[in-house]
């Protein structure tokens, strides 16, 4: 069974900035697509930012130009980098991935909380 760990979440001021991580049990590079969601409290969850095979990468528009989305295959690891924070952007943020047809795995996620 697949297995996605998130970590790197936590509280920070406006204007900051946190690296998330999404540490796989097996090679990413398995993966058709990578993405980073995002639920906050009584709203629908969101994709944040995907990471395509081939490399393409795509984002909600409300994240561009801050966030970044990023793997290291020797890792197995999809990084989400989050600049210039706002307090909207408080949420839990989860992992997901897509492998051969049907196949959907998720991790439990991580809670970013940005103060005002």
């Known amino acids: 069974q697949v297995q996605l760990v998130e970590s790197g979440g936590g509280l920070v001021q406006a204007g900051g900035s946190l690296r998330l991580s999404c540490a796989a049990s097996?090679?990413?590079?398995?993966?058709?697509?990578m993405a980073w969601y995002r639920q906050a409290q009584g709203k629908q969850r969101e994709m944040v930012a995907a990471?395509?095979?081939?490399?393409?990468?795509t984002y909600t528009a409300s994240v561009k130009g801050r966030f970044t989305i990023s793997t290291d295959n020797a890792q197995n690891t999809v990084y989400l980098q989050m600049n210039s924070l706002k307090p909207e952007d408080t949420a839990v943020y989860l992992c997901?991935?897509?492998?051969?047809?049907?196949?959907?795995?998720w991790g439990q996620g991580t809670q970013v909380t940005v103060s005002s």
């Open positions: 997901a991935a897509w492998g051969t047809p049907g196949k959907n795995y």
């Open positions: 097996t090679n990413i590079s398995s993966f058709n697509t």
């Open positions: 990471f395509l095979k081939g490399g393409f990468t």
